[in-house]
């Protein structure tokens, strides 16, 4: 009983004393309270008076009665409430004398009824009060919402998005809802390339022919046979190692094949790849060897105009596009360096002779080609660091724009920088000139780019099929354009938006909100804070009460720090939607996360040793979770999806979710969480509960027309087959590395294959692998 009982005094302290300040924070009392009668019957046991244990008793009961009342029987949400109570109630009951002195029985079987009645009822109780997912009748009726310029993937995967439409959809049906459940591994190609920190492969192949290509974490592009796996060939950039910026991948490599030359000419089918020290690079798609042609003797320096930078700052990540014989590329710049960082500047280069066709600069819009000497593109612009899609027929390009450097902070933005960032802006591919904008953010201070790769169709209007643009955000809205004139074929609404911050005038009045779809979850209360224990709940509560939060859109402060949800990491990331148009649905997974941010004056920077790469003063990667922003008067200090000190997302799961919209009437047909706790826990460590958890997930998901949706992504490291029509999950396979990669197939010889690339994911934890793993049905092999 003493070991207990300093046991209770201890954790009461531990509750009280911040339980103290949470009050003052006018949160709630409970754990002050509680703490304080912990305190107390630690005392008593010590003493070694049974009343100590009893009220614990009383205190248990309080707890559950709280519990309840601030989460219902929300089993993930009970767990910070009641683990640590239920482990004392449990040493309580034990520590209960079964009898008095004079030989009589004492209250024991109390302290075991209260135990096995919470036990059981709880077992019982939280299975059944789990809120059904609706799973509702598609209004569609089932049909081709496509044209001769959107035709989906089938037998091949032929760009990064699937079809020319990237809708990450393949008409092949091969596999089923009721064979789905046989798939095996028939392959695995290992690309040979060993992990370093900062790099992960978020690759998605592509197949022409009977041969599959892709690219490894440097970006070297290997063929390998579709049927066997086996490697054709392995072309390597040979980039330099200092050219590594952090957060570096390669999610995708794009194929041209020249009409104007005869099939078996050198290089009249190339790849075509960008590199980690911004170059783009031009293969033999049959041998490797580079195109002679292409550039010079091969390569296209994407630094030319762009002025002398740190090795590592401007990078590509993404898979190029190719419209009409012209390669559009954008380029990833490093996120929070300064606010006059490299260019976001777009360019289009001839796909046989690497010339350059033109260049998009916002604020220069004279400059078409290379700037003359002595000048630059403009610094600073927003980039798109994602991948576009093109319209051959419309001869337009679609850009996914992300925001201006120096993401958090707005005043010294140039009105082109605010016409263009967070937004769909469509370029005429013959002239590099934009013929159409449409914005998703008013000046945008949350790191809210449009970071999806859009997704084209036709879509199904009172006037009939309108050749239309589909594209998810980061704040979880879902946008249907028409994509001949940028405008929305569905309602929009300009709702309120919060203001004040370090830029009160800046603030936008009002922010546009889609109607049509959207995957954003209420606003979160102190109640929704969570942990694996009440003390690190605790915690997460006082970081809650002690912030800034006005919903969505809360100004960036310096004074306290400021909740942002969805955070900067989604709603949707770069993995895109999948729309299956023969279905007539939309299947989105996306990430509800909060980011806790505060921006730091510059002085408390420079002190602190927080410095952008290319300053004198610069040593080693700042210090935590700081960007320096230079240039401007802060830096920020962001924690993407807001992890306590032992490494648990302070909001209550789930994490991840995955839903299914009607394509119609944007209408959720059934939203579940994605992903099981059973590879996830505190400091790092695997709970190895198989219970439904929903997770944080990168990478998209593939759909095919016999109804599957395919998605990878989660931090469980499974790939997963999901009916489309009910969203249950059919198969699961568990993968060697992170598959933060979107899936993709393809059919050869008769026999179509599923491909995922597990290449993990050092943001996520994932284990690193290099494997591409081939599935098919085991009849077929």
């Not at 299975?127 to 997912?133: F, G, T, V």
């Not at 469509?426 to 790769?453: C, E, I, M, S």
């Not at 929704?528 to 939060?549: F, H, K, T």
Request: some cysteine; proline content about 8%.
């Amino acid at each position: 009983m003493l070991g207990f009982g300093v046991l209770l005094i201890l954790t009461g302290a531990v509750l009280a004393i911040p339980g103290f300040k949470l009050v003052r924070l006018s949160g709630s009392p409970y754990y002050l309270v509680m703490g304080v009668v912990w305190i107390v019957a630690g005392l008593l046991a010590v003493l070694r008076r049974a009343i100590g244990l009893y009220l614990y008793l009383l205190s248990f009961i309080a707890t559950l009665v709280w519990s309840l009342w601030e989460s219902g029987l929300d089993g993930w949400a009970l767990v910070p409430r009641l683990d640590l109570s239920l482990l004392f109630l449990i040493i309580t009951v034990v520590l209960m004398p079964a009898r008095r002195t004079d030989g009589s029985r004492a209250y024991r079987r109390y302290g075991v009824g209260l135990l096995v009645v919470t036990v059981v009822g709880l077992a019982i109780a939280i299975p059944l009060a789990q809120k059904p997912y609706p799973v509702e009748a598609a209004t569609t009726p089932v049909g081709n919402y496509f044209d001769n310029v959107t035709t989906p993937a089938a037998q091949d995967w032929p760009t990064y998005g699937g079809g020319q439409g990237a809708q990450r959809f393949s008409a092949l049906t091969q596999i089923t809802p009721q064979n789905v459940s046989q798939l095996k591994r028939v392959w695995v190609y290992h690309t040979g390339e060993a992990h370093t920190p900062n790099f992960g492969n978020e690759l998605t192949p592509i197949k022409i022919g009977d041969v599959v290509y892709g690219c490894t974490i440097r970006h070297k592009v290997f063929a390998i046979d579709a049927a066997t796996g086996k490697q054709k060939w392995m072309f390597d950039p040979k980039t330099p190692a200092e050219s590594s910026p952090p957060n570096s991948a390669c999610r995708g490599v794009a194929y041209y094949e020249n009409p104007a030359v005869p099939a078996d000419q050198a290089c009249s089918q190339r790849i075509i790849v960008g590199t980690l020290d911004a170059k783009l690079a031009a293969v033999d798609a049959r041998t490797g060897e580079l195109c002679q042609d292409f550039g010079h003797h091969g390569f296209v320096d994407l630094m030319d105009g762009m002025g002398k930078w740190p090795a590592g700052i401007v990078s590509v990540t993404a898979a190029p596009t190719v419209v009409k014989g012209v390669v559009v590329t954008g380029q990833q710049v490093m996120d929070g360096q300064l606010r006059h960082a490299p260019s976001g500047v777009v360019r289009g280069y001839d796909a046989v002779t690497g010339q350059l066709r033109f260049a998009w600069d916002m604020e220069q819009p004279d400059i078409t080609t290379t700037p003359p000497p002595g000048k630059t593109y403009s610094l600073g612009t927003p980039n798109m660091w994602s991948t576009a899609v093109a319209d051959e027929k419309l001869g337009l390009v679609y850009l996914p724009m992300a925001n201006s450097a120096g993401d958090y902070y707005s005043s010294t933005r140039t009105p082109e920088e605010r016409k263009y960032s967070s937004s769909i802006t469509a370029l005429d591919v013959t002239t590099g000139k934009p013929r159409w904008v449409y914005q998703f953010v008013h000046n945008d201070v949350w790191d809210y780019d449009t970071p999806a790769q859009p997704s084209l169709v036709d879509f199904p209007t009172d006037k009939g099929l309108v050749p239309a643009l589909i594209e998810t955000t980061k704040q979880g809205d879902l946008w249907v354009l028409d994509r001949r004139t940028g405008q929305p074929l569905h309602k929009v609404e300009e709702q309120p938006a919060p203001q004040g911050g370090v830029e009160p005038e800046e603030r936008a009045k009002t922010q546009p909100r889609s109607l049509y779809s959207h995957t954003q979850k209420p606003d979160l209360t102190e109640k929704m804070m969570w942990g694996v224990s009440p003390i690190d709940q605790l915690v997460c509560r006082i970081q809650y009460r002690e912030a800034n939060y006005q919903g969505i859109f809360t100004p960036p402060s310096a004074d306290k720090p400021w909740i942002e949800y969805p955070g900067n990491n989604g709603g949707s990331d770069w993995g895109s939607i999948s729309v299956d148009v023969h279905n007539g649905v939309i299947i989105s997974n996306y990430n509800d996360l909060p980011s806790y941010s505060r921006l730091v004056p510059r002085a408390k920077d420079d002190e602190m040793g927080v410095f952008w790469l290319g300053d004198p003063r610069y040593k080693t990667p700042p210090p935590g979770r700081n960007r320096p922003q230079a240039g401007l008067p802060y830096g920020q200090d962001v924690n993407t999806g807001w992890v306590s000190n032992i490494g648990v997302i302070c909001k209550q799961p789930p994490f991840g979710m995955i839903k299914a919209i009607d394509l119609a009437t944007g209408k959720t047909l059934w939203d579940r969480p994605l992903g099981t706790a059973e590879r996830n826990g505190p400091w790092g460590l695997h709970s190895m509960l198989p219970l439904q958890i929903g997770l944080p997930n990168n990478g998209g998901v593939l759909t095919t027309q016999s109804g599957l949706a395919f998605v990878g992504a989660t931090t469980d490291d499974y790939l997963r087959a999901i009916d489309v029509k009910t969203g249950k999950t059919l198969w699961k396979d568990e993968l060697p590395a992170g598959g933060q990669a979107t899936p993709m197939t393809y059919e050869v010889n008769g026999q179509q294959f599923l491909l995922i690339m597990a290449g993990g994911h050092h943001g996520m934890m994932t284990p690193e692998g290099d494997e591409v793993i081939a599935y098919a049905l085991p009849d077929k092999v």
